[in-house]
């Protein structure tokens, strides 16, 4: 089994920053994609950014404020969010893509969520 634990969500003024991190654990060969996805409330849950090896990708609502970061020693992975706008309020989910044998397959994990809120 695996686990994605993270940590890092709160309450931040606009244009202030937060740092999400989730580590994962358990039994783990190979993570492929490592992820943060959000969701507000009655809205779908949509890809924030992501890290494939050492690709990254982000959603263009946040590109230039927030950065992905991958640290494959731990088995985790940080977002830095810069310059939040309320818009940004939103549960924040750590997604990842792992193997947990050689040659198995790949299962999609993903966590609990943290609350990130953007408020004056």
């Known amino acids: 089994q695996v686990q994605l634990v993270e940590s890092g969500g709160g309450l931040v003024q606009p244009g202030g920053s937060l740092r999400l991190s989730c580590a994962a654990s358990?039994?783990?060969?190979?993570?492929?994609?490592m992820a943060w996805y959000r969701q507000a409330p009655g809205k779908q849950r949509d890809l924030v950014a992501a890290?494939?090896?050492?690709?990254?990708n982000y959603a263009d609502s946040v590109k230039g404020r927030f950065t992905i970061s991958r640290d494959n020693a731990k088995n985790m992975v940080n977002l830095q969010m810069n310059s939040l706008k309320p818009e940004d309020t939103a549960v924040y989910y750590c997604?990842?893509?792992?193997?947990?044998?050689?040659?198995?397959?790949?299962?999609?994990?993903w966590g609990q969520g943290t609350q990130v809120t953007v408020s004056s």
């Open positions: 358990g039994t783990i060969f190979d993570i492929n994609t």
């Open positions: 890290v494939t090896y050492g690709n990254t």
């Open positions: 997604y990842a893509v792992i193997r947990t044998r050689i040659g198995g397959p790949t299962y999609q994990w």
